[in-house]
């Protein structure tokens, strides 16, 4: 068996796949916007209405494009 490279430690090999996408994810946290305090509680008092209306639960993420 060939030896299997990981940036994630201590967990099994079904598990570093997922982590480690995960952490490339994280590291591109520059591709959200950088948003004031402000337009944060917009965002969470329309997922808040959002909510309401559907019965859903949601998560409203802001992009930079």
């Not at 490279?5 to 995960?22: D, F, G, I």
């Not at 004031?36 to 494009?65: F, M, N, S």
Request: hydrophobic residues 35%; glycine residues 2%.
């Amino acid at each position: 068996m060939a030896d299997i490279y990981s940036t994630v430690t201590h967990l099994p090999l079904s598990c570093k796949s997922a982590a480690e996408r995960m952490a490339r994810e994280m590291e591109i946290d520059d591709t959200y916007a950088d948003l004031t305090e402000d337009c944060c509680r917009k965002i969470t008092e329309l997922e808040q209405e959002i909510q309401k209306e559907t019965g859903e639960k949601v998560a409203l993420v802001a992009y930079r494009v």
